[in-house]
């Protein structure tokens, strides 16, 4: 891997990818919002700010994501359930990193392996959710695996040595997740840095369209 791309760098696991492939001696650009005024939520400035890089890329990794947005929080009952709160979380965690995608496909190269990768969540796996709620959040992530799987074979036909998958980090200990840990186990941002790198160094191009966890297992839908 010689050149890699960070969408969210600002943020915990954004900020600690970026590092993790700094020693490794990758070169890496690091991309945020709040530096470079990439707003998942906005295509214009998803093209503008992809537009203006050169590429290739061997790793494009979307780090971005928020289980609270504009202070809703997830959702305990069908009760609690308001249609700008489910808009607003597919548009960060579903749209925007399909989106980031369509837009980086021209950044990818075609002569040798590549990765897309996008981080979702165990709670979007509909065959896994044996609790219920959250459904704002655990819709919005079901909905970026598929728009994911569905790029996966498509970006396969032009890059056929392309790979793109979404990753679940585990329970990090970040901002998101602050409120949220309750007993599940917790890994530092470094720590789940590295286990993701380790899981996408270890990517076949089957495992395209692929969701993942932490350890490298196969997450069902």
Known sequence: MENALVIGA???????????????????????????????????????VL????????????????????GAAPEKSLSALDP????????????GPALVLKHAVRLMPRDRRAVF????ARVGSIGDNRLGGW??????KAALNQLIHGAAIEVGRTHRQA???????????TDLTAKYASRHKTVTPDEAAQNLLRVIDGLATADTGG??????????W
């Not at 998958?165 to 990090?172: A, E, F, N, S």
């Not at 969701?211 to 069902?220: H, L, N, R, S």
């Open 10 to 48: 600002s943020g915990g696991i954004g900020r600690a990818v970026c590092a993790a492939l700094d020693a490794r001696g990758v070169a890496v650009t690091g991309l945020s919002r709040r530096a470079d005024g990439l707003d998942l939520t906005d295509e214009s400035s998803i093209e503008r």
């Open 163 to 173: 790979i793109c998958v979404t990753l679940h980090p585990g329970t990090v200990q």
């Open 211 to 220: 969701f993942f966890d932490w350890a490298g297992k196969e997450i069902p």
């Open 117 to 120: 990768a996008a981080l979702s």
């Open 135 to 140: 459904y704002s959040y655990r819709a919005a």
């Open 51 to 70: 537009g203006a890089l050169e590429g290739p890329f061997d790793l494009i990794f979307v780090t971005t994501g928020a289980l609270v947005i504009d």
């Open 84 to 95: 700008a709160a489910l808009s607003a979380q597919f548009a960060l965690n579903a749209t």
